[in-house]
C-alpha cells in the first residue's frame, strides 16, 4: 500500500475556531486552548468517533481541524445530528461552571481528499473547511445569535446529506449564504440557521 504524501484519504473534516480570540490573552488562550480540545474528544465520542476513528487533531492555534476516517457506522449524518449539538451543549455547560473562561464557536463541516505528511495534514479540501471556518457570513452569523457556536457546510456536505433530510437533519433550517474563494473558483457555503426551519429534534442552536 502506497503510504506517500501523493496519494488522497479520504475524511469527514470538522474544523473549528474560537470566537474573538484575539482579545485574550496569552495566558487565558493558553487555557481555552486545552478546554477546546478536552471539548471536541467529548463532543466526538457523544458520535461514537474515538480516536482510532481519526487521524490526531490539526492545530490552528485558536482552533482545530478534525478529520475523520470513512466507516460505516459512522456516516456523515452524525455529525450533524449529534457530533455539533453535543459540542453545543458542552459549550454551555463549560460556560456555567467556568463563566470566566466562556468561549463559542465557529463550526464548519466538509468532506474530501487530504493529504498529509510528516509535518500536517493539507490539501484543496483542507482549505475549503478553513475559508468556510473563517467565512464572514460565519462570523456575522455568530455575533447575530445568542447560541454558543455557529455551523457553516460545504455545497459537497448539502448535498449529499442535508438536501435529503434525513432524520435529525431538518434541511429547510440551511441557507446558502457563504461565499468563499479558492484561487480562481468561487464556492458556496450553507449556514445553519434554525430560525428558518422547522422545529425537529437532532440539531439545534
Avoid at 57 to 70: E, N, Q, S, T, Y
Avoid at 99 to 107: I, K, S, T
Wanted: aromatic share 4%.
Amino acid at each position: 500500500m502506497d503510504t506517500s504524501a501523493d496519494v488522497p484519504r479520504h475524511r469527514a473534516i470538522v474544523a473549528v475556531d474560537i470566537e474573538d480570540s484575539t482579545k485574550r490573552t496569552n495566558s487565558v488562550r493558553t487555557r481555552l486552548r486545552t478546554v477546546l480540545f478536552e471539548l471536541l474528544d467529548e463532543a466526538l465520542a457523544a458520535g461514537g468517533i474515538g480516536r482510532k476513528h481519526r487521524d490526531p487533531f490539526v492545530d490552528r492555534g485558536d482552533g482545530a481541524l478534525c478529520l475523520i476516517r470513512p466507516f460505516d457506522q459512522l456516516p456523515k449524518t452524525l455529525l450533524l445530528t449529534t457530533v455539533v449539538p453535543a459540542l453545543a451543549v458542552l459549550l454551555e455547560k463549560h460556560a456555567e461552571s467556568r463563566p470566566e473562561l466562556a468561549f463559542r464557536l465557529r463550526v464548519a463541516v466538509h468532506a474530501g481528499e487530504v493529504h498529509r505528511d510528516s509535518r500536517a495534514s493539507y490539501g484543496e479540501d483542507v482549505d475549503i473547511a478553513c475559508r468556510l471556518v473563517d467565512a464572514p457570513e460565519l462570523k456575522r452569523r455568530l455575533r447575530e445569535t445568542t447560541a454558543p457556536l455557529a455551523l457553516a457546510v460545504s455545497q459537497e456536505i448539502h448535498r449529499a446529506v442535508v438536501r435529503h433530510g434525513y432524520p435529525g437533519i431538518d434541511r429547510a433550517a440551511f441557507t446558502q449564504a457563504v461565499h468563499i474563494k479558492l484561487g480562481e473558483e468561487r464556492l458556496r457555503g450553507w449556514l445553519y440557521t434554525p430560525e428558518a426551519g422547522e422545529p425537529e429534534e437532532g440539531l439545534t442552536a
